[in-house]
């Protein structure tokens, strides 16, 4: 397969450059080097409780005077290709007479065996949306507030799904 006619459905929007660059690297097979001496492996926030603590956690620290977060959990049921990595919902339930909201956390059951890094940069762009409901540049400015490395993360993230789309499990 030729670098043209290549899928990169995770890095749309992204310039030829940049694309022609990420094609050499599939090409060498040196996409899995590159994220290999980025990022580390694991982490351990691999159950739903653990995953809870850590969510909160960051709202604590950036986001105190925020909605709290009533759960937070892994989805297997979000498909990475067709919907998102993760989901922010706002559920209003009303209850007698009063009306109560919970804000829900869902993440991509991919995100246990992933690094952390990539795990916080979905966290902090679900808790950005506690905030600011739209992807505007309010939320972007947040998201760089809570994670400086936010843009990078996410390029970096999106070659981690590109490297799983076409050789499979990176860290294994």
Do not use: W
């Not at 670098?3 to 097979?29: C, H, K, M, W």
């Not at 937070?72 to 049921?77: A, G, L």
């Not at 993440?107 to 506690?130: C, G, N, S, Y």
């Amino acid at each position: 397969m030729t670098q043209t006619d290549r899928p990169l459905p995770f890095l749309q929007g992204y310039s030829p450059d940049t694309l022609t660059a990420v094609n050499r690297l599939i090409e060498r097979n040196q996409l899995g080097d590159y994220l290999r001496k980025r990022y580390q492996p694991g982490h351990t926030f691999v159950t739903e409780a653990s995953l809870y603590r850590y969510v909160q956690d960051l709202k604590d620290r950036h986001l105190r005077r925020a909605a709290p977060v009533s759960k937070v959990c892994y989805d297997d049921k979000i498909n990475v290709i067709h919907n998102a990595l993760g989901m922010h919902s706002f559920v209003s339930r009303i209850q007698g007479s009063k009306l109560k909201a919970k804000h829900e956390i869902r993440i991509a059951t991919l995100f246990k065996q992933a690094p952390e890094d990539f795990l916080r940069m979905i966290v902090v762009h679900e808790l950005a949306h506690l905030r600011e409901k739209q992807h505007n540049k309010a939320f972007y400015n947040l998201c760089c507030h809570m994670e400086p490395d936010y843009h990078q993360l996410e390029f970096d993230l999106r070659l981690f799904l590109t490297h799983q789309q076409h050789f499979g499990e990176l860290f294994t």
